[in-house]
């Protein structure tokens, strides 16, 4: 009997790949903060998606990458994921929001959608076989949407509610990344960005943070593991909404790699 020929080593396995495409599920913990301010600038009450109005907070969405390098020093890349969640409870505690009051008791439900993307250019200038340091500068889009309303059972504690929200910022972004080879198949990598607008209708800041360990059984396919985790704290003051945004979301995400 004759054994099946073992997986044949990637071949050249080097820190940065000519081409590299990722694509794998985003098991995500989130948790939105959101304020909203009357017309007059009083500033409203803070509340929590997951705690007051029961948004289940975590979900699985896709998570997709895609790298183009040339002369081992420089890369583009492009990343986006987004997600939707829906949820509702009952309030525990009495809100002012904007012009209106949300009762304790009252019933409400809402629904969250959030996209990230990012595209920008690393410069790696150290850069061998072996590891690749690198600095980039970049684009970062997040938008937030949702809306939430709410039912009053109860004569004389208050109105029916609703609320709708939509925000859209652009950013420059400010990146670190290591990558490095662990052997003939396993690479590693780290990497870190930070945003901030400082100036406009919507100011804030931005960062993100990632770890990757990759496995490569072929030359051009594999798997990595991934965790990822952004924070976004945005104070915004526009017809639509005025007052504050705060946003994390975190968790792990499996990725199947096909390089060039």
Do not use: C
Not at 14 to 31: E, S, T, Y
Not at 45 to 67: P, Q
Not at 80 to 109: C, H, K, N, Y
């Amino acid at each position: 009997m004759t054994a099946a020929p073992a997986l044949a080593a990637p071949e050249g396995l080097r820190p940065l790949d000519r081409a590299r495409v990722a694509i794998g599920p985003f098991a995500k913990d989130n948790d939105l903060r959101l304020r909203v301010d009357d017309r007059t600038g009083l500033p409203g009450d803070e509340f929590s998606g997951r705690r007051d109005l029961g948004l289940d907070g975590g979900s699985r969405e896709t998570f997709r990458e895609f790298a183009l390098s040339w002369d081992r020093e420089h890369q583009l890349h492009a990343r986006r994921f987004a997600f939707v969640e829906t949820g509702g409870g009952v309030l525990a505690t009495t809100l002012r929001v904007g012009d209106d009051i949300w009762p304790i008791g009252a019933e409400a439900e809402g629904r969250l959608r959030v996209v990230v993307e990012t595209v920008g250019h690393t410069w790696f200038p150290v850069s061998d076989d072996r590891m690749a340091i690198g600095v980039g500068l970049g684009l970062v889009r997040y938008r937030v949407d949702g809306r939430i309303d709410g039912r009053v059972e109860t004569t004389g504690l208050g109105d029916d509610f609703s609320l709708d929200f939509a925000e859209s910022a652009w950013a420059p972004q400010l990146g670190l990344e290591w990558v490095g080879v662990a052997g003939e198949r396993w690479r590693v990598g780290l990497g870190a960005a930070w945003v901030r607008r400082p100036g406009g209708s919507v100011t804030g800041h931005a960062f993100g943070a990632s770890a990757r360990v990759e496995w490569f059984p072929t030359r051009h396919a594999g798997l990595a593991l991934r965790w990822q985790q952004n924070d976004l704290d945005l104070e915004v003051d526009r017809s639509a909404l005025s007052g504050r945004l705060r946003f994390r979301t975190r968790g792990p995400m499996v990725l199947g790699t096909v390089r060039f």
